[in-house]
C-alpha cells in the first residue's frame, strides 16, 4: 500500500509559477515509477508528466513541454512538478500516481495508487 498526499496548488495568474508536491509513505516509494495527471470538470484525466522507476527517464504531454518538470526526491519520498508560464488552459485537478511498472506508463490503468488531488486555478 502506498498513500500519496499533494499540496502546492493554488491561484496564480497567467504567466506565473507553482511548485506541486506528493509525499509517498507506505511501501517503498524507489519501487514506483510516478506521473502527475489532471483533470477539468466534465473532462476525461490526462496524462500530464511522469518519471521512471530510476528517475532517469520523463515524458511530458505536448501541451506542458518546455514548461513543467517532473523530478523526485528518493531520500524524501517525494515527486514534485515544476510548472512554469502557466496558462489559463492547466486549470485543473492535479493528481499524483504510483505505478509498479517501472517504465511510466501512458496507460492511466496501470496507476495502482492516488492521491486526492490538487486544485490549480489560473486566472487571465
Known amino acids: 500500500q502506498v498513500q500519496l498526499v499533494e499540496s502546492g496548488g493554488g491561484l496564480v495568474q497567467a504567466g506565473g509559477s507553482l511548485r506541486l508536491s506528493c509525499a509517498a509513505s507506505?511501501?517503498?516509494?524507489?519501487?514506483?515509477?510516478m506521473g502527475w495527471f489532471r483533470q477539468v470538470s466534465g473532462k476525461e484525466r490526462e496524462s500530464v508528466a511522469r518519471i521512471t522507476l530510476s528517475g532517469r527517464n520523463t515524458y511530458y504531454a505536448d501541451s506542458v513541454k518546455g514548461r513543467f518538470t517532473i523530478s523526485r526526491d528518493y531520500a524524501t519520498n517525494t515527486v514534485f512538478l515544476q510548472m512554469n508560464n502557466l496558462k489559463p488552459e492547466d486549470t485543473a485537478v492535479y493528481y499524483c500516481?504510483?505505478?509498479?511498472?517501472?517504465?511510466?506508463?501512458?496507460?492511466?490503468?496501470?496507476?495502482?495508487?492516488w492521491g486526492q488531488g490538487t486544485q490549480v486555478t489560473v486566472s487571465s
Open positions: 507506505g511501501r517503498t516509494f524507489s519501487s514506483y515509477s
Open positions: 500516481a504510483a505505478s509498479p511498472a517501472g517504465y511510466a506508463p501512458y496507460d492511466l490503468s496501470k496507476y495502482d495508487y
